[in-house]
């Protein structure tokens, strides 16, 4: 699934980055393959914004398509 299609509230786990350019733009934000991620908000036909640790990055809708995620299986408390 690409990073594009995510819903606020997601936690992610990053796959793949598509291109070489995409790639080292999400690694200066400190995104990389195995990196998980949460879904903060989704902006309509804006940028997605995620949290990973205590850092938040928005990121537009075009860098989201090129970023290949898989659901992570998070525990639940309780």
Known sequence: MRMSDLRKGDVVII???KSDLVR???IRFGIAEGSQVCVEEVLPKGPIVLRRG??????GRNLTEQIVVEKAKVKKHG
């Open 15 to 17: 796959k793949g980055i």
């Open 24 to 26: 080292a733009q999400a």
């Open 54 to 59: 205590l850092m938040r990055y928005a990121l």
